[in-house]
């Protein structure tokens, strides 16, 4: 008699580099579980999705991948500095109606691939297109918890907490700020989900309110303390699995001296200066170095000491065995 086969998940994602990993790796542990998971990202996530156990098919309307070299130039474009030419690279990727695209797709590939509930990036769209089928869903957060909350700061902006009267002051208006420019967004919002038959938003952080679950993918002893929580919000720890592409990457131990991994992006963030001058600072101690370059920048262009061995993906777990903490809170993408 073959074991009972559990649930039928949907997994919606787009590739924004760290956030493919946890997601995937939460597929896999799922499928391990006797659960069937179907993912719905770009195309450039397909082999990942597959190495995990997963059906696989890609965005049609919405907005999307095709190849690693487009997601580096939009990258790329939108970091240079040139605000126009930001623009116009995020205008060209997005298109229009993209809310409305993401919605129409999730909802189609629900219709395709019948299933009994939903895993989704905080997307508007694809939060929309869920609820829309009226079938449970839970939103992944592979950070820490995004609503900007009164009195803490304000995340992405790298700052810390503190007691002095400016700090309060500013982790008093900043959050305030943010949540009145998240409201502008409100309007456009509410006609795609009254397309869809929901109520109207007054402010886009109540997609996630209507989520049966907020699933934080970190400890809490890595996010601010003092916030009150909805009651859907769970922190569920991080998820460690390496990514299908590092989990085979060749590499090797070399000597006994300490070990030291390097990790920056897997995905495009103008990082290769910088990780040549990782490598000629380590270079220049008495250790053993595996410094990994991520799926966007070719190891060739890292000049690496006699004592590194650069790679572009190395498998995480292997390397750091049993000294990697369970509250590891980054996303393993290199």
Avoid at 49 to 67: I, L, Q, V
């Amino acid at each position: 008699m073959s074991p009972t086969v559990g649930r039928r998940y949907l997994l919606s994602l787009v590739d924004a580099g760290g956030t493919v990993p946890p997601a995937l790796g939460l597929a896999a542990e799922l499928i391990r579980r006797r659960h069937r998971v179907h993912v719905l990202s770009d195309p450039i996530v397909g082999p990942a999705a597959e190495s995990a156990g997963c059906t696989f098919s890609s965005w049609r309307e919405a907005p999307h991948f095709d190849s690693r070299e487009e997601q580096t130039a939009l990258i790329a474009a939108i970091e240079s500095g040139h605000p126009y030419r930001a623009f116009r690279a995020a205008k060209d990727y997005a298109g229009k109606n993209m809310t409305s695209r993401f919605a129409q797709d999730l909802v189609g590939t629900v219709q395709d691939f019948p299933v009994d509930a939903i895993l989704s990036d905080g997307w508007a769209g694809m939060l929309i297109g869920a609820q829309a089928t009226g079938l449970p869903t839970a939103v992944l957060v592979a950070n820490i918890y995004p609503r900007p909350t009164v009195g803490l700061p304000l995340l992405g902006t790298g700052w810390s907490p503190g007691s002095g009267t400016l700090v309060k002051a500013r982790d008093r208006m900043a959050p305030t700020i943010a949540m009145w420019l998240l409201a502008r967004a409100a309007r456009r919002l509410s006609a795609v989900a009254a397309h869809y038959g929901q109520p109207p938003l007054d402010n886009p952080v109540q997609l996630l309110d209507r989520c049966q679950r907020v699933l934080v993918m970190t400890s809490p002893s890595f996010d601010f303390d003092g916030q009150q929580l909805p009651a859907n919000v769970r922190y569920v720890g991080p998820q460690l699995d390496d990514p299908g592409w590092a989990r085979e990457a060749e590499w090797s131990r070399q000597g006994s001296q300490p070990l030291v991994l390097v990790a920056l992006s897997s995905v495009y963030q103008d990082q290769t200066e910088l990780l040549r001058r990782i490598a000629r600072g380590l270079g220049r101690l008495p250790i053993s170095v595996v410094l990994t370059t991520g799926q966007a920048v070719e190891p060739s262009r890292i000049q690496a000491p006699p004592n590194t061995q650069v790679v572009r993906a190395a498998p995480h777990r292997r390397i750091l065995g049993k000294r990697l903490p369970w509250s590891h809170t980054r996303a393993m993408g290199s």
